[in-house]
């Protein structure tokens, strides 16, 4: 198999994921309605760097964070389900 030229090596690696046991963790800002929604980049936080989501939902009952979970899983080109999350 041959790496993609655009793959990140796990040493060097964003700061915002990491590898675990059951597969890849994401730290992320959500930011509820975004102008522009989409992934925008990498912000840094207090504990460390984070992956920003924007997304046009308000945060209310959880929208924006699924609305989050939804653009996460099509970035990566995995199914949309819903994805654990820690905090």
Do not use: H, M, Y
């Not at 997304?55 to 994805?83: F, H, I, Q, S």
């Amino acid at each position: 198999v041959r790496p993609d030229a655009g793959a990140v090596s796990l040493t060097d690696a964003p700061g915002f994921w990491r590898v675990t046991e059951g597969g890849v963790s994401v730290a992320v800002k959500v930011q509820p309605k975004s102008r522009r929604p989409g992934v925008q980049g990498r912000v840094p936080a207090l504990d460390g760097e984070r992956l920003r989501i924007g997304v046009t939902e308000a945060a209310e009952d959880g929208r924006a964070n699924r609305a989050a979970c939804a653009t996460l899983a099509d970035a990566l080109g995995v199914p949309e389900k819903p994805l654990p999350k820690d905090g």
